[in-house]
């Protein structure tokens, strides 16, 4: 698979949340991939993104919304 098939559903600053969000979506069969974009010693600088396949972004995207992320 190409790196532009992948595109990124979820953005935040909490490890722990994209790793729910992780779970969540594979929980409904959506392969997912976590980026840890922060800086490892400015902890509170950058981004955790969690991506998923271009064919599963609508999908993912209403099961983050609807779990209130």
Same mark, same amino acid.
């Given at each position: 698979m190409a790196a532009n098939d992948w595109q990124? $559903?979820?953005? #935040?600053?909490q490890a722990y949340q994209a790793y729910i969000i992780?779970?969540?979506l594979k929980d409904h069969e959506i392969e997912a991939v976590v980026i840890d974009k922060q800086d490892s010693f400015? $902890? #509170?600088v950058g981004e955790i993104e969690v991506y $998923?396949?271009?064919q599963n972004v609508i999908k993912a995207k209403h099961l983050i %919304? %609807?779990?209130d992320f």
């Open positions: 990124m $559903v979820f953005s #935040t600053g992780k779970d969540l400015y $902890v #509170t $998923v396949e271009a %919304k %609807k779990a």
